[in-house]
């Protein structure tokens, strides 16, 4: 190996812990929450996309309802707590994704088809189409998807209505 392709990997891995210690802490701090909180959950943890990524799963997903709230606010609000309560141990700023009771997941899902759905309908229109406001989370994911289908797409506006455009090839 050369030193290059030493030092590449050994970033990696730097990288990978640094985001595994961010999972650990969020962790923590998340355990602490549902304590007070008197409510059952897992803690899971990995790492997806240059992101440390956490979960909160139970059994009883209904009980951690209150824990996303109407269309993910508390959720969102959590996610921000979260990534405040990693950067007070590590001082670095944090990327970290929470979901709570596979809202996240479920909510990529459909937010992919939405994209595709969209790119298609620009593909045999040929007009750009301009989707309704998202949270910068629901712009990723139909971007993504809008890249897959081979389209560009861009955001427009300002927070909280900025919204994804997607454009003819």
Do not use: N, W
């Amino acid at each position: 190996m050369t030193e290059g392709t030493t030092t590449t990997a050994a970033e990696g891995s730097d990288t990978l812990t640094r985001l595994e210690q961010e999972g650990e802490i969020a962790a923590d701090y998340l355990e602490g929450l549902l304590d007070i909180a008197d409510l059952d959950g897992d803690i899971d943890m990995d790492v997806e996309a240059d992101r440390a990524a956490v979960s909160i799963i139970s059994d009883s997903a209904r009980d951690l309802q209150k824990l996303v709230g109407r269309d993910g606010e508390v959720l969102e609000a959590l996610q921000e707590l979260t990534r405040l309560a990693v950067h007070r141990e590590t001082g670095d700023r944090s990327r970290l994704m929470l979901d709570i009771a596979g809202f996240r997941a479920q909510k990529r899902e459909v937010l992919a088809a939405l994209g595709a759905k969209a790119a298609d309908e620009v593909k045999s229109s040929g007009e750009p189409v301009k989707l309704e406001p998202m949270t910068p989370f629901e712009r990723k994911v139909v971007h993504d998807a809008i890249a897959a289908a081979g389209l560009r797409s861009e955001s427009e506006g300002e927070e909280p209505q900025r919204f994804v455009v997607v454009l003819p090839a």
